[in-house]
């Protein structure tokens, strides 16, 4: 069988090559004029318009395509032109099962529309696979330059950041952890799986992209202060003692430090680098903080963090069960946002 395609109908050439480029990791995306017919013959899984649908030409263009192609199941996902009421009402009239505003980016529209279908496995491990090489990448650039005190590369680094995304948006969350799990870098592994966590909680509660983006941005680089904590520390196989475990607690000022010094982190980034490991009860460190003290994206970092940290495979034990690591969650009660932490249950379980 041939691999589903999704296919953009649009009436503004210059913006499809990258809402098919965004795509393209996990699904070919056919580009058609308005008044071009589809002949393809691969499934399709499903239709994305980025036409003016105030006009009524349009709308039935939209209607005669879905009805053609696969009546009955492939989403249609518009592209608004304007926020209107009567460009939403138009847009539902013609059958559309999501709207997006305006000026949406190409990643995010491709994140939405595979959140919307079903890629087939081996594309989604695809995806994931080249996801995780890209961000991967992005993240020990600023590790070793951060190791080095050289000048850190924002631009590089955001770059890494919509592949983890957009492979989580695709159902590519178990791969992802699968795939990190097998890194031998303690740091590494932890930092690529508290970003994959982070996605999905991020796509679950439908954060804007600018929210989704910086989030996982700071998920990903959340223990960058850990560059410069001694090796021996850092990889000890066992127990840290008292000393030690002081010296390893250092990491979230000290990352809090380096990202200050550097320039393109905004105080978002820099909040839950360095508060990652407070709790609301006021045991956690290096401010003390408690309760409103603590912001959401921080309270959201923390539970995929602690989470991460316990599904962790290391040479020296064995990894935790996610049921196990879960009930360890919610019997921090107290400390961790029972609202965020029975959100990161229905996005990491119940998928
Ligand atoms: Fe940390
Ligand atoms: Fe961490």
Redesign the pocket.
């Known amino acids: 069988m041939q691999d589903p395609v999704a296919l953009l109908l649009t009436d503004r050439a210059d913006r499809s090559a990258g809402i098919a480029a965004a795509l393209e990791p996990a699904m070919a995306c056919h580009v058609l004029g308005m008044d071009e017919p589809w002949t393809g013959s691969a499934p399709l899984a499903g239709i994305i318009a980025d036409v003016d649908i105030v006009r009524s030409r349009t709308r039935q263009t939209v209607r005669r395509l879905r009805e053609a192609v696969e009546p009955g199941d492939a989403p249609l996902l518009v592209l608004m032109r304007s926020r209107s009421a009567r460009s939403f009402a138009d847009a539902k009239a013609m059958g559309a099962d999501i709207c997006l505003l305006p000026r949406t980016s190409p990643h995010v529209v491709a994140q939405t529309f595979l959140a919307q279908t079903s890629p087939r496995q081996d594309m989604i491990d695809l995806t994931v696979t080249r996801a995780v090489g890209r961000a991967g990448r992005a993240l020990n650039t600023l590790l070793d330059a951060a190791r080095a005190n050289e000048t850190l590369d924002t631009e590089a680094f955001e770059a890494g950041v919509h592949p983890i995304l957009t492979a989580v948006a695709a159902g590519g969350l178990i791969r992802w952890l699968d795939l990190v799990w097998s890194f031998d870098d303690a740091t590494y592994q932890h930092c690529l799986l508290v970003a994959g966590l982070t996605a999905a909680l991020a796509l679950h509660l439908g954060f804007s992209e600018a929210d989704r983006q910086h989030l996982v941005s700071a998920a990903l680089i ?2 960058i ?2 560059a410069r904590i001694p090796l021996a520390i850092l990889n000890k196989p066992g127990r840290l003692d008292e000393n030690e475990l002081r010296v390893m607690r250092s ?2 000022a000290v ?1 809090y430090e380096i990202l200050e010094q550097a320039t393109g982190f905004d105080a978002a980034t820099l909040d839950v680098v360095r508060h ?2 407070e709790m609301l009860d006021g045991s956690g460190y290096p401010d003390g903080l408690r309760g409103s003290e603590i912001s959401d994206r921080v309270r959201l970092v923390t539970i995929c ?1 602690i989470y991460a940290a316990l599904i962790e495979r290391r040479p020296y034990r064995e990894p935790m069960k996610p049921a196990d690591a879960l009930q360890v969650l919610r019997d921090m009660k107290g400390k961790l946002d029972g609202d965020l932490l029975a959100a990161f249950e229905q996005a990491v379980f119940k998928r």
């Open positions: 959340h223990d202060g850990k990491h979230a990352g990652h490991h963090d």
